[in-house]
């Protein structure tokens, strides 16, 4: 019998069933996952390395290893400094999880919320 081979999303989808702490950090973490997938994907739209990212930034290019491990939720002012200094947009819906997230696209909404210490979370980038 051949082995199955799952991909990412099943791996952490297996994950988050045997392991509710590791379903919490992984819910946790989900702003700094998209922050970082922002940073990535504006890096690699405009072919630069992490060093002259961190140059438009303003920031150290082992800062920017760091924003781009998606290990680390980025504060609100480091969100706010990248969207002026790269002209991108982010966005962080909030809301309880009693209530459905309104202010993202579609778009976001489709991606799905992240429930998390009683809040659901919808992030959104777009460059």
């Known amino acids: 019998m051949a082995a199955s081979t799952k991909n990412f999303g099943e791996l952490v989808a297996g994950e988050q069933i045997a392991d509710p702490g ?7 973490l989900a702003p700094a996952r998209a922050f970082a997938v922002t940073l990535l994907r504006y890096r690699a739209e405009h072919d630069l390395n992490q060093r002259q990212l961190g140059d438009r930034l303003g920031v ?10 998606g290990e680390h939720n980025p504060s609100i002012e480091t969100i706010i400094s ?3 200094q790269l002209g991108i947009e982010f ?11 309104t ?11 992240i429930e998390h210490d009683d809040v659901s979370v919808v992030v959104a980038s777009a460059s």
């Open 91 to 101: 966005v962080l819906d909030v809301a309880p999880i009693s209530r459905k997230p």
């Open 60 to 69: 150290s290019q082992p800062r920017v290893a760091k924003l781009e491990s």
């Open 103 to 113: 202010l993202v696209t579609a778009r976001a909404q489709k991606q799905g919320a």
């Open 22 to 28: 590791f379903r919490a950090e992984w819910q946790r």
């Open 82 to 84: 990248a969207a002026k």
